[in-house]
């Protein structure tokens, strides 16, 4: 409901323990939504460290994670237009910004950091006009916005026989829980052996699952996950609905507007004021546990989804690389994970 309420432009309120915000999302509103939503002109801006930092706002956000929010003062020149520029990075290079901007203390900070959470998971920019609200609102909460990627409340939902082209001997089983937009999706493949199966933990790339995108690896490793356990005799390909690393399809398309001026993937998801991965591997937890599987053979080159998945309870007897021939279009991308993020290669 309020992911719909945030892509059509409405207001929302989000009550925190600390307090109630009032949140117009800039993305989606217009300058006659502002004046309805703040006929004062006075709502600061809610935006994330990442996007602060990268409009130089203050020293000590710096060191800030890049999805924590951050308040800015609401200047008298600060117009719908401004924010728009503040909010959507495409346009950094293009314009210089106004400023100087100035960081206000948040006081209903639990309500601040839930909003740019619900951004992230209705695929939009993390900006909003912001006006703290009495109580009388009717608010959502942040554990209403948590339970959206509440791996706990994932059930098993359907399953069928799917012979696949790498697989003929599959079977894919549906999750969902009441409140998440996308169905997770893992395939069985196989018997089982008495062994932990091979598994792999494929993030959805629509570019690159579907259209076969050269700028990433996915299209490849997804081939060549249901080979490498079709020939392992059993294991299991969980497809997560977390595409974009968690940001979506439309934020992650903005990061390569970004990575077309010459930002890396890290730099380019911090810049749009997300963190470089907001990937939740508990739900691929909570995916293998239901079912049945507490000890997994891990077809990955990154040594995050080992850990994350070990402290969510299921154990990583072995790591299986998973490298595939780079391209020249997925040549940096790849020495980025590298550097970057940890990936072993
Ligand atoms: N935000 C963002 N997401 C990207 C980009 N390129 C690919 N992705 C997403 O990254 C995810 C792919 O990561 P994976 O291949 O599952 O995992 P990984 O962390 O690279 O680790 P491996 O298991 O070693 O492959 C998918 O959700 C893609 O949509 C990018 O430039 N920006
Ligand atoms: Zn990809």
């Not at 109630?20 to 703040?38: H, I, Y």
């Not at 009495?134 to 209403?144: Q, R, V, Y």
């Not at 008495?194 to 700028?215: A, I, Q």
């Not at 299209?219 to 977390?242: C, E, H, K, M, N």
Request: charged residues 20%; negative net charge.
């Amino acid at each position: 409901m309020a992911i719909d309420a945030l892509r059509r432009g409405w207001p929302i309120a989000i009550a925190g323990a600390d307090g109630t915000l009032a949140l117009l999302p800039v993305e989606t509103a217009d300058p006659a939504r502002l004046a309805a939503f703040d006929p004062n002109a006075t709502a600061p801006l809610l935006l994330s460290a990442g996007r602060a930092a990268t409009l130089k706002l203050a020293n000590q956000i710096e060191a800030a994670a890049p999805d924590a929010a951050v308040l800015v003062e609401r200047a008298p020149w600060l117009d719908f237009a401004t924010a728009t520029a503040l909010a959507d990075p495409q346009f950094d290079l293009r314009d210089p910004m106004k400023g100087p901007f100035r960081a206000v203390h948040i006081d209903a900070a639990e309500a601040a950091a839930a909003a740019i959470g619900l951004a992230r998971i209705a695929g939009m920019l993390p900006a909003f006009f912001a006006l703290p609200e009495g109580s009388a609102t009717l608010a959502i909460t942040p554990a209403d916005i948590a339970a959206h990627e509440d791996a706990a409340r994932l059930a098993i939902a359907t399953r069928a026989h799917l012979p696949v082209s790498g697989a003929e001997n599959a079977e894919i089983v549906a999750f969902r829980t009441p409140e998440m937009p996308g169905e997770h999706i893992a395939l069985l493949i196989g018997e089982p052996d008495g062994n932990p199966p091979l598994v792999r933990l494929h993030s959805e790339c629509l570019t690159g699952d579907v259209l076969g995108s050269l700028k990433c690896d996915c299209g490849p490793q997804l081939d060549a996950a249901i080979q490498a356990i079709s020939a392992s005799g059993w294991g299991i390909l969980l497809y997560l609905r977390q595409e974009g690393r968690g940001i979506g399809l439309i934020n992650k398309l903005r990061a390569y507007a970004l990575q077309d001026q010459g930002f890396d993937t890290v730099d380019a998801n911090t810049r749009l004021g997300f963190a470089v991965d907001s990937r939740n591997f508990a739900v691929a937890a909570r995916m293998l546990s239901l079912l049945g599987q507490h000890s997994v053979r891990l077809l990955t080159n990154n040594p995050n989804k080992v850990t994350a998945l070990e402290a969510a309870g299921i154990a990583v007897a072995e790591r299986v690389p998973h490298i595939l021939p780079a391209n020249p279009h997925n040549e940096r991308y790849l020495a980025t994970k590298r550097d970057r993020t940890g990936h072993q290669f």
